[in-house]
């Protein structure tokens, strides 16, 4: 069994920058990829991005198509089991429930999932 614990999110006003963290505990082993996904009000979950813990790295498209990366960077500490995604220049469509994951022999596994409000 895998938990994988997130924090990090809330509410903060556009432009503004957020950190998410996702430690994974339990029974895995690498090679394992690591890996945030969104779902904002009424829509689909969709990825944010996924990292290969040898750091191949794989971004989602915003909501609007255009890629996140340079908006979005994700990172991880293998000696931790932590995923991380730096969140920067927020906008109100960021507004979602970002959920931390883990595959592994082809099974993925889900984290609660933290709100993220993005809002004047």
């Known amino acids: 069994q895998v938990q994988l614990v997130g924090s990090g999110g809330g509410l903060v006003q556009p432009g503004e920058s957020l950190r998410l963290s996702c430690a994974a505990s339990g029974s895995f082993f690498s090679p394992y990829v690591m890996g945030w996904y969104r779902q904002a009000p009424g829509k689909q979950r969709v990825l944010v991005a996924t990292?290969?813990?040898?750091?191949?790295?794989?971004?989602?498209?915003?909501v609007n198509g255009d890629p996140v990366k340079g908006q979005f960077t994700i990172s991880r500490d293998n000696a931790k089991n932590t995923v991380y995604l730096q969140m920067n220049n927020l906008k109100p469509e960021d507004t979602a429930v970002y959920y931390c994951?883990?595959?592994?022999?082809?099974?993925?596994?889900w984290g609660q999932g933290t709100q993220v409000t993005v809002s004047s």
């Open positions: 994951t883990l595959r592994q022999l082809g099974l993925i596994y």
């Open positions: 990292i290969t813990d040898s750091g191949n790295i794989n971004y989602g498209d915003s």
